[in-house]
């Protein structure tokens, strides 16, 4: 396919993979795998059995299913029908699911079921009937090529309608350095825009596209050597999780056939950062920061990031600026909001349903602070909702994150500001919960030492109770994190506590 070729649905490239070369594999997630032909043929019979229960071009179809085989079999089925696949995570709280349900009507879950009984359903492990034909269906465009959920920042629920239909071009998967004939490992959760848009552009670009149910470290190494992976896209939970395992075995696992290794989705520590371009090689180790509404992208290589430590790059696509308190463009050097918009002439790129963007005179934020260098290299301080304020300076808990992130024996770390527990004038002051390693000796008091060697005073948890161990990751697989939940949490013990 040419750029000036008119670019088919998603259903309809990978069909045409499938007649090209039925036999190779398309989608395989722990040990269960399918070639091209085998998806396209049952896709084909899914999509029936779909529209039998009603679902047609511009329905939605609300996914409801882990990483799986059946998880794509399911997505390519809407795209066959021109539908609209709109993946949410199986684990999502019953009145979290009501209210994303409640934002737009839906032609059928896949693999759960309304809380309120109100939408047919299919359960997962769902078999169409065999009668039904797994011939070709006639061409059909879905007008949103995926529509992801978000509980947002404050926790009001709302969809991300992707602005492209799915006549999605493969090019952007070769502008990240994607080859044809690469073997694809997405071990995020598809349910999240990093992993649907990957799966996605794998699918049609005809990469062997490997999932896992869920992470696991040791899983995760081995991934990659038994199906000798190529391409990957992760986020920095994952790469921090999977450092102490390699580590402790390094000859168990092998990584050279990795060529492009990208993270996105949440800021990395440097830390991590340098110690996966020391285990791969800075060539091969891409970072990509945009919002799931995709108005504009940077990149930076890790050649790049060593002389830039810390950017997230320069931008790619759109525009981006960074703007004051008062809508004024600050100079390098100086952080204010981010505001982004795609280039000048081009379609939106998203659109909301159930929330509407912080814009500035078509400019819109996501609510990322940072700053831009002399060089145009971006540089990300935290999000503004999150931010807290100790005795009238600001603090960015990503700071306090990269900084105990350091500590070997730390898996994954969140920080919050909570109310300054003498009623002083501080206002707010740090509150850190730290996942460790199994057998780690790190205490309280050792978290504060630690801290003071990196930080300012101020942003060390004043107390050893304002540190709070836990035993599992703070962030989900997709590197998220809700701190607006676990201060409220924090927040409602402290309210019951006794006096």
Known sequence: MTQSEP??????????????????????CDGRSL??????????????????????????????????????QASLACWKLGAVPQPLSPRLPAAELSGLLELRPRALLVGGEDPQGQIPSVPMGFVPNPELSDAPLPEAVSPSWKAMGSGGSTGRP?????????????????????????????????????????AGLALIMGHHLVLTNRFDPDQFLRVIADYGVTFIVTVPTIMQRVLPVY?????????????????????????????WIDLLGPEKVWELYGGTELQALTFISGDQWLSHRGSVGIVISGEMKVLDDDGNPCPPGVEGEIYMRPSPGSEPTYRYVGSTAKSRDGWDSLGDLGYFDEDGFLYLSDRRVDMFTVGGRNVYPAEIENALSEHPDVLS???????????????????????????AALDAAGVQEFLRERVAGYKVPPAPDFIEFVDTPLRDDAGKAR????RAEIMARSATAPG
């Open 7 to 28: 670019i088919p649905p998603i259903g309809v490239q990978v069909s045409a993979l499938a007649r090209e070369a039925p036999d190779l594999p398309a989608v395989s």
């Open 35 to 72: 070639t091209r032909g085998e998806l396209d043929r049952s896709t084909n019979r899914l999509a029936r059995a779909y529209a039998e229960r009603g679902v047609g071009v511009g329905d939605y179809v609300t996914i409801l299913l882990p990483n799986s085989v059946e998880f794509v």
């Open 158 to 198: 709302k969809l991300i309608e992707a602005g492209v239909d799915s006549r999605l071009s493969p090019l952007a998967g070769y502008g990240m350095g994607a080859l044809d004939g690469d073997t694809t490992f997405v071990p995020v959760p598809l349910s999240h825009n990093t992993g649907m848009t990957m």
């Open 247 to 275: 580590h402790a075995n390094p000859g168990a696992y092998d990584l050279s056939t990795v060529r492009r290794f990208w993270h996105l989705a949440a800021p990395c520590p440097p830390n991590i950062k340098e110690a």
């Open 413 to 439: 770390c969140l920080a919050v500001g909570v109310p300054d527990p003498n009623g002083g004038d501080l206002g707010q002051v740090p509150y850190a919960l730290v996942h460790t390693a199994d057998g």
């Open 483 to 486: 701190r607006s939940a676990v």
